[in-house]
């Protein structure tokens, strides 16, 4: 059975950072591009990055330009968002993604995680 689960997410303070996870099982990522998406409370799910099957290739919203780092650990199976200088509009259920193709900034990826839950707060 093909499964994404995302963990890392938490209460922080704003200007503080987090380091979300996304491990799979049941399928190989290494041929996989990966995506981050999020969601806000009553707002529409939103890409936030991706990269490449191997590596070599990221993108990234611009509201998260600069403050957040995809990468990816084939070797584990896994992939993470470090998120650093939070704000609280980047609070938001935290979803991860496969793509068996290259990266898109739409919502057709093909396995989707459940989420973890960020919350940027004083």
């Known amino acids: 059975q093909l499964q994404l689960v995302e963990s890392g997410g938490d209460l922080v303070q704003p200007g503080e950072s987090l380091r979300l996870s996304c491990a799979a099982s049941?399928?190989?990522?290494?041929?996989?591009?990966i995506a981050w998406f999020r969601q806000a409370p009553g707002k529409e799910r939103e890409w936030v990055s991706c990269i490449s099957s191997g590596g070599a290739s990221t993108d990234y919203a611009d509201s998260v330009t600069g403050r957040f780092t995809i990468s990816r650990d084939n070797s584990r199976n896994s992939a993470y968002l470090q998120m650093n200088s939070l704000k609280p509009e980047d609070t938001a259920v935290y979803y991860c993604?496969?793509?068996?193709?290259?990266?898109?900034?739409?919502?057709?990826?093909?396995?989707w995680g459940q989420g973890t839950q960020v919350i940027v707060s004083s």
């Open positions: 049941g399928l190989f990522l290494a041929s996989s591009a």
């Open positions: 993604a496969v793509r068996w193709n290259s990266c898109s900034r739409g919502r057709d990826y093909d396995t």
